[in-house]
């Protein structure tokens, strides 16, 4: 919303020497944010009236006229130009040397120089509206037409500024600080608020009282609960002659574009009091009566574009006897419309409940100016507050007009609000004891009426705050505070009651293992969005038959919630391969799937969440990467204190090579997988010249110790012996084998290495182990070394049918 | 003979002085000392020499030996101390070896940071589910019934339950607000908790807009405490982030779930305050809202609000952490792309 600093100054006289940014500084420590501040005057610079002395013909150009213009300087100047409108002693707008302008076409200002046009001499320009922003004040009728001010109180060497009303200072409102102050929808409320922070009175509204004794306007309600109030005036002798220039300029300055007088007078009111109203060609009402009532069934509106627009029996229409005219506070209709032959207006001013707006509007794109004040909810005394103030602009401008008709159907008024607020209250939630003349002063500066009795106010809101913004003691020390300024309130400590340490096991566990896949595992954190491709759940052959989906998608791609962080990973894996070819990356989120879950109460059933941990290492070598992430696995409880994983071969995970995959269980139940990505899931993901092992575990499941569980064991007295054993065993015997025999009888075993070809028969393969041997009481002598060493191979004979590899 | 022996001590000395290595310093030691040594050519021919020279020649002989001794022990250690570890030339110019290593996304390190500082006043560290229903999302938190944003515009409603109402109608959480009533229906009051976690609008992405962004959310909630005291928060938090006390104001600001809100803002570090680009030329950047926890919220939580009262606070980590780097599109926060993520290491 745009606030005009000279529309607020006929409300109040703000204190002399204040500038405009401490205007907006004040206003949006204590009411609305202010994020502009434009002086409308600025661009106007060194753009004067002229009046034309002579029109000549231009010597070389039959388009162009060499005009002798007076701009009020010493000499009159000679200035060139293409109008089509030209004539002696025309009032004219004219750009001097150092001016900016729009050129004709042209998207950015141009700084205007002197020149010369086809060999004659020109200072500065005449100018055409759109040229000098005055389009809105003179909509131009033809291309070449300039701004003719005949006619126009100003005199020769006016800044243009000045003329046009346009010394103003515009402020920039946020909209989103005003959503819940329907009283701030127009200047008035803003004055209001700057009265209070400011201690300068408020001045009355202009308005004109009707006369009681008129005719009644024929108005009925159907839907009293949609429209609590309804004023209807019928006037004559209005045309659509245009508004004054200082009106057109207010308007202008608060964001909106002049029409004809009637038209402007009705927004002028809605952005000065914040209450919309309408006028109807009054011609155009069948039947000299109004019906407030719901649409009917397949009943239409033609809109002023010539389409007709659907209504639902949901939708509050304003109809004559035959049909509907517009629908109630959103928009007009076709038939309602104000045209060049209108004589007389039907002046609606009337309340119309928030959500009957807010249902309505919701089909539109863009909301009206109108709707959105409907929409914040306006107190039904403010019908009156602009009625008035519009008759009081009609009789202003159309002298001649008269009110023949009139009716005001009220069948719902907006109470004021009651609070009691105890002193206790104010004193402990403030922090600070404030004395009574200031919160009084404070409260009735905007409005409230205040009494107070043995320790309480007992206060009541003003009407324009009852409509659901006020209603709590909460509410009233809000404006206390905020219009004191939160600035005069110093911070306070907090109290502290030490009860005991915060100690948060898992939290804490999430922590480090987000810290030891980063830091010492070297994994990338990402994030992903919990909306997934279609191609990648695809390739990743998730289960979608459990997913949650999203009603609107950002994309119809994206509907389905993720069940697992794999196609997420395939997803920033796949893009990442431009750039890099080895990497770790990994993410901790919540994964989603249908099924009865309560969080918090028995009546509210959530799906099932997850919370899983899912890392990818990409790189060359297969096998390789697949070892790399189960060490991150197997080395993840000891580094992390948390109970101890263990491997199963259960079920292949739908992402998992058949032949490269472990399930990673906790005790009995299985927690997680790890695997090598499948050739199907690396083709479909586009995924090429590298593998991929993965990893997923759910975090629900893992369980932290409450402290270090490290047990401390002796150092050996004797000195170990290390021995390095190859052997060569057939490719079936596993490792797990292998270890099964020996660990039992060595202090420590270790793998080393595997290794096929040369000197390797086929079908078999050579196992590297390193072990260490030794006795508790003494140093083990050759003999007993190398009887150890025989043993642990016919073991290793008898049990993997093992032979020693010849070096 | 005597001269002799001066020439075979001057000569070598000046040898043991010129060896560069062990290995020619034993070379030198062999050719000074052993059997075919000049000493011990003098030796044997010392026969013909009288009693008297002999003695006086042995002894020469013996000193000079002395000599030599001394000066290789010393010639050897000074050798050591001086010998380099490298067989060949090393360019110490060449760059070092790379520590390998991943990293925490920033907004992880931000919240980590965050949660340091709050554990430090006894907070906890709370979290709560992604989807929530809309009673918990909306209602709970005072959001008129027909407040915009419950719309599908503004908010991400599951399949199927977008037509429903209150405990049915189900959404990826808009806000983290709906978890504070959860946590103190759950532990009660007084409480004091921290809830960071990531939240979902529908809207138009661009460099300042995203449809998924983390926030953090701080909350007290006691007896007797004044609104004021939220500037402690708000103070530890900047603080934190920043390194060093920021300015803050408070202004006016509207949430359904606070009365009274605000707007807080911090000093613009680019200008110090005296209004520069950054800051829109005001001097102050708006870094987070917060408030009196709402009446009807406490209610909500089963919590008597003319008992109990509280504060939130809640900041935008996405727009922190732009801030603590100079970051230009929150749209990298998700996009996995590690030539944004390396960087934050």
Known sequence: MKLSLNWIKKYIDLPKDITPSQIAYDLTLRTVEVEGVENTKDKFHDIVVGKILEVKDHPNADTLKVCIVDIGEDTPKQIVCGGSNLYKDELVVVSKPGSEVYWHGEDQLVKIKETKMRGEDSYGMICGATEVYLDKFFPPKDEREIVDLSGIDCKVGDNIADVVFMDDTVLEIDNKSLTNRPDLWGHYGVARELSAIYNVPLKELPKFSIDKDLPKYKVEIKEP??????????????????????????????????????????????????????????????????????????????????????????????????????????????????????????????????????????????KTDSAIRYEKAIDTERVQEGLEYALYLIKEIFKDSKIIAFNDVYPIKTERCKIDIEQDFLDVRLGKVLDRKTIEGVL?????????????????????????????????????????????????????????????????LERNIREYLAFRCGFNEIFTYPWIDDKYIKASKIDISKSVKLATPPAPELAILRSSLVPGALEVISKNLRYYNEFRIFEVAQVFEKGEYHESSEDETLPIHKKLITGAIVGKNAKDLFFEAKGVIEDMASFNHMEELHFEVKSQPSWADKNAYLNIMLGDEEIGALGLLSYFAMSEAKIKRVNVAIFEINFDKLVPFASRTNEFVHLPQFPLVEKDLSIIVDEDVTWDKISKVIKSKVKNLEFIEEYRGNQIPEGKKSITLRIHIGNDDSTMTSDEINKKMSSLMNSLNHVCGAELREE | MKEKLTEIKKDGLEKIEKSQSMDELQEVRKELMG???????????????????????????????????????????????????????????????????????????????????????????????????????????????????????????????????????????????????????????????????????????????????????????????????????????????????????????????????????????????????????????????????????????????????????????????????????????????????????
């Open chain 1, 225 to 366: 609960e949609k429209c609590n109030r309804y004023t209807a005036t019928e006037i004559e002798g209005i045309d659509t002659r245009e508004a004054p220039l200082w009106m057109k300029a207010l308007i202008i300055n608060a964001g909106m574009r002049p029409i004809n007088a009637i038209v402007d007078i009705t927004n002028y009111v809605m952005m000065a009091v914040g209450q919309p109203s309408h006028a109807f060609d009054r011609t155009h009402v069948e039947g000299e009566q109004i019906i407030v009532r719901n649409a009917k069934k397949n009943e239409k509106l033609l809109l002023l574009d010539e389409k007709d627009l659907d209504l639902t029996v949901d939708d509050l229409v304003i109809a004559d006897k035959e049909s509907a005219l517009c629908l109630a506070g959103v928009r007009g209709g076709k038939k309602d419309s104000i045209l060049p032959d209108t004589t007389g207006v039907l002046l609606e001013v009337a309340n119309f409940t928030a959500s009957t707006i807010r249902k309505t509007d919701k089909r539109f794109d863009e």
């Open chain 1, 444 to 508: 009735k500066a905007i409005g409230y009426d205040v009494n107070y009795k043995s320790g309480v106010y007992h206060v009541t809101a003003p009407v324009w705050r009852s409509t659901g913004d006020v209603s709590l003691k909460d509410d009233v020390m809000g404006d206390i505070a905020r219009l004191l300024s939160f600035e005069s309130f110093e911070a306070k400590p907090l109290p502290v009651k030490f009860t005991k340490a915060v100690k948060q096991n898992k939290v804490s």
């Open chain 2, 35 to 345: 059997k075919k040594s000049g000493l011990s050519e003098i030796l044997k021919s010392m026969s013909s020499l009288s009693v008297d020279e002999k003695k006086e020649i042995g002894m020469k002989t013996t000193e000079i030996r002395e000599e030599f001794t001394k000066k290789i022990e010393e010639k050897e250690a000074e050798i050591i101390s001086n010998k380099s570890v490298l067989s060949e030339p090393i360019d110490i110019s060449l760059p070092g070896k790379k520590v390998s290593g991943g990293a925490l996304h920033p907004i992880t390190q931000m919240c980590y940071d965050l949660n340091e500082a709050f554990l430090s006043l006894g907070f906890e560290v709370y979290s709560e589910d992604d989807i929530s229903s809309e009673k918990y999302a909306f209602d709970n938190l005072n959001f008129a019934k027909d407040h915009p944003a419950r719309q599908s515009m503004d908010t991400f409603w599951l399949e199927g339950t977008e037509d429903k109402e209150g405990t049915e109608r189900l959404c990826l959480r808009p806000h983290l607000t709906g978890g504070s009533v959860r946590k103190l229906l759950k532990d009660g009051a007084p409480a004091r908790f921290v809830y960071p976690g990531r939240v979902y609008r529908n809207e138009t992405t661009d460099a300042r807009h995203e449809r998924a962004f983390f926030q953090y959310e701080a909350l007290i909630v006691d007896k007797d405490i004044s609104f004021s005291s939220g500037m402690v928060m708000i103070k530890t938090i900047l603080e934190k982030v920043f390194g060093r006390e920021i300015n803050v104001r408070m202004r006016e600001g509207f949430f359904p779930f606070t009365e009274p809100g605000y707007e807080i803002d911090m000093e613009c570090l680019v200008c110090g305050g005296k209004g520069c680009k950054v800051c829109n030329h005001n001097g102050w950047i708006e870094v987070m809202p917060g408030g009196v926890i709402h009446p009807n919220v406490l209610k909500a939580a089963n919590l008597d609000p003319n008992v109990w009262t509280g504060f939130y606070i809640n900041i935008g980590l996405d727009r922190l952490v732009m801030m603590r780097y100079g970051v230009d599109d929150v749209r990298l926060f998700h996009s996995g792309d590690l030539r944004f993520l390396k960087q934050f290491k």
